[in-house]
């Protein structure tokens, strides 16, 4: 018995000092800098990556296609979604003001979880961060210092707070990046196929003196940005290591917000990495500041703390909170947020559904730029089931972009399927079969067939937890080619400035149809693995065997059928000008040069969007009070 009760005794003493480890009182003013801080970016964030400059556009036609996490979730008319995007931005001021903390929270937090569940394809890591953080600081007290709450209530002003305000907000932290570097235990990253043509931009142009533009690539963007992602936490908790810590954090944020088109999610890290700090850091810094500029600058009073039954009196090490009534239930909401969030990125063989290639839903589970996508084309085919006529779908109608098929889980393919059917209905389109076929390349592969487009979408199952039973396997046995299509690719760029190569897989006994516009000359077609049939639509054929080669003609329309029992590789070469959409393989014929306009275009004016999202307001509300007609404004 007595081995038990040491046992007993010992975990009681553990959770002792656990419970006194998260109650403790802490000094506001560094969990205050945060507030405002995040929100701050997320006032920005809404007109920007929110889309409330695009409201219309989104929400105003009626006959575009949604995606939501569940069916049941629907979008208010534009009129309402505007005023529920203004109500989020007033959330986020009120965040950033410190005012009327908790309705603010609410006001921000309610509507962006709900935006985010109208639109699973629009999801990303970082999106999904800032709803976690609205939901932290929701059920903080980060309004107890330089905020107009603390102003107003001097009750809260400058009052110390539980340490599990920190606590959860350091947990978070931490797990963006423990876990981003975990997801990047991959062999597809540690061999450095995820994130190509990086080595070439100007943010790396110190280290191009000593360094060749594949060695920054693999070794400082992939083996580095691992072994950052992986430790740097660590190193933050740890006082003597922080500040170096904090250092290459703030590098490599600042690194990434030039590389990568990902809003304000480096400036949402640069600002929750001084969380980590001692929590009176701001105080601290004020202090010492000259004393004209400090009088403008929130109070640095130390906190003083008070026992229950002396005097006051200034303690080095802070008292704990009394235990309220509620603490045990606050404790539970604690744990079940941890254990939810630890576990969450690991759900993917539970909702097995969204799985497609790769582990989705995409956008909650930190593998941040491990795989690197492109898509050649996507064929829509609706088939009249009475008249048997054939009809090719535009893929730019019934969606606003093409992050349906980017963020391909297979739910929104199937969504997308039954979202056309119904608006085909509505011009007595009614018995039809709907076959969609997306050709895509993972992190630097072969374009190859994602579903099989034999399957009519109408009639095939789907379930959020058993595997899409029409899913394309990934040809992960010609992975090996991957070197070798890399060194044909420079040897067809180095023929001209406009000479254009994609390389193509299929499985046997599968076409593809192609055309050959008139602006694209010199195209070509040879097969570096199995056998494929050559259909051109003046009637001849061609049988092509391994490393045989085949001029294409221009303005005619050409199949390629994979007869060998095993895959076939071939691969387009052409000379064009990559603006021609309808070029053979457009999108994937030129991957630098996208890759590149992506990364350096934005807006001419920052504030247009601003502009933009206040005239919606106006206009909404003249259509709710008055009755006066929208006008859907230009992207």
């Not at 990125?345 to 492109?374: C, F, I, K, R």
């Not at 509505?426 to 579903?451: E, K």
Request: aromatic residues 14%; proline residues 5%; neutral net charge.
């Amino acid at each position: 018995m007595t081995a038990p009760r040491a046992i007993i005794n010992k975990l009681g003493t553990v959770l002792d000092k656990c419970h006194q480890a998260t109650w403790r009182l802490k000094d506001p003013s560094n969990l205050a800098v945060t507030r405002i801080l995040f929100g701050f970016l997320m006032v920005l964030d809404i007109h920007f990556e929110r889309g409330f400059a695009e409201v219309d556009h989104r929400f105003g036609d009626f006959t575009q296609c949604h995606f939501p996490l569940f069916d049941f979730v629907k979008p208010l008319t534009f009129q309402w979604m505007c005023m529920l995007y203004l109500l989020m931005w007033f959330g986020a001021c009120g965040i950033m003001l410190g005012y009327n903390f908790k309705l603010s929270c609410l006001s921000f937090s309610v509507p962006y979880w709900y935006v985010l569940l109208l639109d699973k394809t629009s999801w990303n890591n970082h999106s999904y961060l800032y709803g976690l953080l609205s939901i932290l600081l929701l059920f903080s007290s980060a309004n107890h210092y330089c905020s107009i709450d603390a102003w107003i209530n001097p009750n809260i002003r400058n009052k110390p707070v539980p340490n599990w305000n920190y606590i959860l907000v350091k947990f978070q932290i931490f797990l963006l990046y423990f876990y981003a570097g975990v997801k990047k235990i991959d062999p597809e990253w540690l061999g450095g196929y995820s994130m190509k043509n990086l080595g070439s931009h100007s943010v790396f142009t110190p280290f191009k003196v000593f360094l060749s533009e594949e060695t920054i690539e693999y070794y400082m963007v992939h083996l580095g940005g691992f072994f950052l992602d992986l430790t740097v936490g660590f190193w933050l908790l740890w006082p003597k290591s922080r500040p170096l810590a904090l250092f290459f954090a703030t590098s490599f944020h600042v690194m990434n917000a030039q590389l990568f088109t990902i809003g304000m999610f480096p400036y949402v890290c640069l600002a929750t990495l001084p969380v980590f700090c001692d929590d009176d850091w701001p105080k601290r810094w004020i202090a010492r500041c000259p004393g004209l500029l400090r009088k403008c600058l929130p109070d640095a009073t130390k906190i003083t703390y008070v026992a229950d039954d002396s005097p006051a009196a200034a303690i080095n090490d802070s008292p704990v909170e009394k235990r309220g009534k509620n603490s045990t239930f606050k404790i539970t909401l604690m744990g079940l947020y941890v254990v939810t969030q630890l576990a969450l990125p690991w759900s993917h063989s539970v909702t097995q559904g969204y799985n497609n290639w790769t582990n989705g839903l995409y956008g909650y589970s930190w593998d941040m730029m491990v795989h690197a996508w492109e898509t050649m084309h996507v064929v829509v085919t609706v088939k009249d089931k009475t008249t048997g006529r054939i009809n090719y779908l535009d893929t730019e109608v019934f969606v606003r972009n093409d992050k349906w098929v980017g963020h391909a889980d297979m739910a929104s393919i199937y969504q997308y399927a039954h979202c056309v059917k119904d608006r085909l209905g509505a011009v007595n389109m009614t018995d039809v079969a709907i076959y969609v076929d997306v050709w895509r390349s993972l992190n630097g592969r072969f374009q190859q067939r994602l579903i099989d487009p034999r399957v009519n979408l109408l009639e095939a199952e789907w379930s959020p937890f058993r595997p899409t039973r029409w899913l394309m396997p990934l040809l992960t046995e010609l992975s090996a080619w991957r070197q070798k299509l890399n060194q044909l690719e420079r040897t067809v760029f180095n023929w001209s400035d406009e000479s254009r190569v994609a390389f193509v897989a299929d499985f046997p006994g599968l076409s593809m149809d192609n055309y050959v516009p008139a602006s694209v000359t010199n195209a070509t077609i040879q097969v570096l693995e199995g056998q494929v049939e050559l259909s051109i639509e003046n009637g001849s054929r061609l049988f092509l065997n391994a490393n045989d080669t085949a001029s294409l003609p221009s303005s005619v329309m050409h199949k390629i059928t994979t007869t060998s029992n095993i895959p076939a590789c071939y691969m387009y070469t052409f000379i064009g000008s990559s603006s021609s959409s309808d070029s053979p393989s457009a999108n994937a014929s030129n991957r630098n040069a996208k890759s590149q306009q992506e990364t350096t275009h934005e807006d001419v004016s920052l504030m247009t969007p601003f502009a933009k999202s206040l005239a919606l307001v106006g206009q909404s509300l003249l259509n709710l009070v008055f009755g006066i007609p929208l006008v859907m404004h230009n992207k």
